[in-house]
């Protein structure tokens, strides 16, 4: 291990001792003994349940391949809109799975099939809905940044909220990432996770942000996922977060006011039964009063995708 890693391996591991060692240790014991060469078709791929997104397909594929995903595996929850028509080109080129999902609040349902039919096709699966963008912050490519953290059954990074930027009205005519810029200061608590399919019989879905693996037969029965100063992100409003540097899920959570009335709302949850009130965009958009332009680095290389 290199002097400089080393050094932020004491201190991530020094901060949280001795519960982080307690975890730390068995941890990589068992990533050692699962681990495996990778031999796969894909290394990185997202997972994601979507409902009338047509619109918004393009941009956020596009981008992600930019930014290191291999292969999407894409579930369709009783959409009504031109998704097939968006998504003909990449299914036949051999770039999405799609598959339709008519479950009812079945995103946790989505997930866990995507590890048991997938997980011989790519060495990580990164769980994501259609309005969060990974952005890697300290390389180009989010696989450079997991390979690290191999030997984990799942790496763990946080959200930052993005609010409308005071639009109202919806302009179809500009890029997501490109129309909402203004966000919250600092990095929500709240995390998405990459899960390591060496640990496959192993992971556990939690809540749509977390994925864990269960031990039946360690003295440590729950191993959290890692994140990236080696610390672990034992429950969902993980406030550990100040010296995240590597990554960040930039959460398009509201858009404009009027992509809100018009789509979010009537969409409703897609984890559980319940509804979105007005009062949720208002509660975004004052938690954001700063600008971040940090995935405008992959704007130029977008458009001309999106160009083609």
């Given at each position: ?125 990164l769980y994501l809905d259609l309005d969060e963008f990974a ?155 700063s600008e971040d332009h940090t995935i405008f680095r992959f ?10």
């Open positions: 291990m290199k002097k400089r890693n080393l050094r932020k391996f004491i201190r991530g591991t020094y901060r949280n001792f001795p519960l982080n060692l307690w975890l730390l240790i068995p941890t990589i014991l068992i990533g050692l003994f699962l681990r495996k060469k990778h031999n796969k078709p894909y290394y990185l791929s997202v997972c994601a349940m979507f409902k009338n997104e047509g619109r918004y397909l393009k941009e956020w594929i596009e981008y992600h391949k930019i930014a290191g995903v291999d292969h999407f595996y894409l579930y369709n929850n009783f959409s009504s809109d031109n998704y097939k028509e968006i998504l003909e080109g990449y299914v036949n080129r051999g770039e999405v799975t799609l598959i339709d999902w008519p479950v009812k609040s079945g995103q946790y349902q989505a997930y866990q099939h995507c590890i048991d039919n997938y997980k011989d096709s790519t060495k990580w699966i952005v890697p912050k300290s390389s180009d490519n989010l696989q450079d940044i997991i390979r690290k953290y191999e030997l984990f059954p799942s790496f763990a990074t946080h959200w930052k909220m993005f609010g409308s930027s005071g639009h109202i009205e919806d302009n179809k005519n500009a890029l997501v990432m490109e129309r909402f810029t203004v966000s919250e200061t600092r990095l929500n608590p709240f995390v998405k996770t990459f899960a390591n399919m060496d640990w496959a019989k192993y992971l556990v879905i939690y809540e749509a942000h977390i994925v864990y693996a269960k031990i039946p037969f360690f003295f440590v029965k729950k191993l959290y996922p890692v994140m990236e100063n080696l610390d672990f992100c034992l429950h969902l409003n993980n406030t550990n977060y100040k010296r995240n540097k590597k990554m960040q899920i930039n959460h398009y959570s509201i858009k404009s006011y009027s992509e809100f009335v018009t789509k979010k709302i009537p969409d409703g949850l897609s984890d559980r039964e319940g509804s979105r009130k007005i009062d949720d965009f208002y509660r975004v958009d004052m938690m954001c009063d704007l130029s290389r977008l458009k001309n995708a999106m160009a083609r």
